[in-house]
């Protein structure tokens, strides 16, 4: 009798978890757009619920101009984002999660022309930002209120590949740090190569070295553009502009040793490319690329214990432009921000097959090129 009421009371007691909802299946949507003129509404905050797909609008920023591209510290308390312009720019922001209010802080120099992009660093020291206009790169100190510091490390890249229309010269793409935050990884377009260099959060004056080796080259003309690490931090996946490939590489202590080169397109596919952006799903078993020119899709691929890719599918992306996208820390849900037909795409996604449905749900908002998900 006694085990019998032992057993029930824990039954009773497991039924009980199962059934107090979620409390932690809303995070805020951060939306970074192109401001166009009459448009000064840069960054949207929305509350995402990753049980339902819905989302309601909490916030903006105004008056900042063209942040095409955000980061958000790992303590959840700033946003940066670069200034796409001709003499371009980085934004650093104080944010509130409860509200979504994002307060300006200041604005620097990104040492070069046409920023795209920006990251910042696990120990909340250093913002980096790619720019790709004029083949730069930036390493920006962080004050301790999280504004940025106008004493940057300013690297120049050069270099030039066999397209002459768009590979004239150095075109630095993303600026992407290793999972154990000790090096910098810069694909560059122009030069078909992925620097890497070592990082020292230490050296406030030159926080970025040459790594050994200090570049690995991809192949030509294929235009490389962002790179990301599996959970594992064994592998990392390269996605080219250009070429609408992805590549694979196996990774250990800042090197790169190619294993993979798999192409994004369609056995009949004809007409223009353009490859944008690159996610794992939380648990690594799915890789996404977006495809943009006239494909319009996000394609799916299954990793293997190896690293390696495997086609599943393709989901057309209901919209034109698919610059960026984000997976909800849930893995319930793909979002897509379709730039040219001003629209964030809402998808459901299957955990066991990485397929993709449309919710029939979207954030209407203007121009959207960068989604980013925090804690609420």
Known sequence: MRTYLI??????ILNSIQA????????NLLVGTYTTSGNT????????DSQTGDFKFKSKASGVENPSYLAISKDG??????????TGGVSAFAFNSASGDLTFLNRVSSGGDGPCYVSVDDQNKFVFAANYGSG???????????????????????GSSIDKGRQQGPHVHSTVLSPDNR???TPNLGTDKVAIYRFDAKNLAHPLIP??????????GSGPRHLIFNPNSKFAYLIHEMGSIVTVFDYKNGKLHELQTITMLAPDFKGKVGAADIHLSPDGKFLYGSNRGDANEIVIYSVGKNGQLSYVGRQAAMGRSPRNFAIDPSGRFLLVAN???NEVIIFSRDPKTGLLTSTGKKIQVSRPVCLKFAAL
């Not at 057993?7 to 009773?12: D, G, R, Y």
């Not at 509404?41 to 995402?48: P, R």
Request: aromatic share 14%; net charge negative; glycine share 4%.
């Open 7 to 12: 057993l029930f009371a824990a039954m009773a």
């Open 20 to 27: 107090q909802p979620d409390k932690n299946h809303k995070f």
């Open 41 to 48: 509404d840069g960054i949207w905050v929305y509350e995402f």
């Open 77 to 86: 308390k700033h946003v940066y984002s670069i200034n796409e312009v001709k």
């Open 136 to 158: 730069s790169l930036c390493a920006i100190p962080l004050k301790e209120d999280g504004s940025l510091s106008s004493d940057i490390q300013f690297i120049q890249q050069e």
């Open 183 to 185: 090096f910098l990884f």
């Open 211 to 220: 790594g050994d080796p200090d570049f690995v080259t991809v192949k030509p």
């Open 339 to 341: 730039q040219s037909s």
